[in-house]
C-alpha cells in the first residue's frame, strides 16, 4: 500500500468511525461496524470518561446517539489525521 492509499484508507476509517458508530441509531449495526474497524482492546477517550473494548464502545455511542436520535453526522471537510491522532470536521 503507498502512502496515497494509506492516506485514503486512513480517512474512510475516520469517516466510518462518525456515521457508522457514533452515528447509528441501532445497536446491532453499530455493533458490526466497531467489530469490523476496532480491536477488541480499543480505547476511546472522551472528556467525561475512558471506554475499553467493543461493548464500552458501543454503550457510549449508543448513548451519545440517544440524546439526538435524528440528527445526522455530516462532515465539514477532509478527515485530518497525523501520526496518532485523527478527526473529522
Given at each position: 500500500?503507498?502512502?496515497?492509499?494509506?492516506?485514503?484508507?486512513?480517512?474512510?476509517?475516520?469517516?466510518?468511525?462518525?456515521?457508522?458508530?457514533?452515528?447509528?441509531?441501532?445497536?446491532?449495526?453499530?455493533?458490526?461496524?466497531?467489530?469490523?474497524?476496532?480491536?477488541?482492546?480499543?480505547?476511546?477517550?472522551?472528556?467525561?470518561?475512558?471506554?475499553?473494548?467493543?461493548?464500552a464502545l458501543n454503550e457510549?455511542?449508543?448513548?451519545?446517539?440517544?440524546?439526538?436520535?435524528?440528527?445526522?453526522?455530516?462532515?465539514?471537510?477532509?478527515?485530518?489525521?497525523?501520526?496518532?491522532?485523527?478527526?473529522?470536521?
Open positions: 500500500m503507498n502512502t496515497s492509499e494509506l492516506m485514503d484508507a486512513t480517512g474512510q476509517l475516520l469517516l466510518r468511525n462518525l456515521q457508522d458508530v457514533f452515528g447509528e441509531v441501532f445497536a446491532d449495526r453499530r455493533r458490526a461496524a466497531i467489530k469490523e474497524i476496532f480491536t477488541e482492546d480499543c480505547v476511546a477517550c472522551l472528556p467525561f470518561g475512558r471506554y475499553v473494548g467493543h461493548e457510549v455511542a449508543g448513548m451519545l446517539r440517544a440524546g439526538h436520535p435524528t440528527y445526522v453526522y455530516t462532515p465539514h471537510g477532509p478527515a485530518l489525521y497525523g501520526m496518532r491522532l485523527g478527526t473529522c470536521r
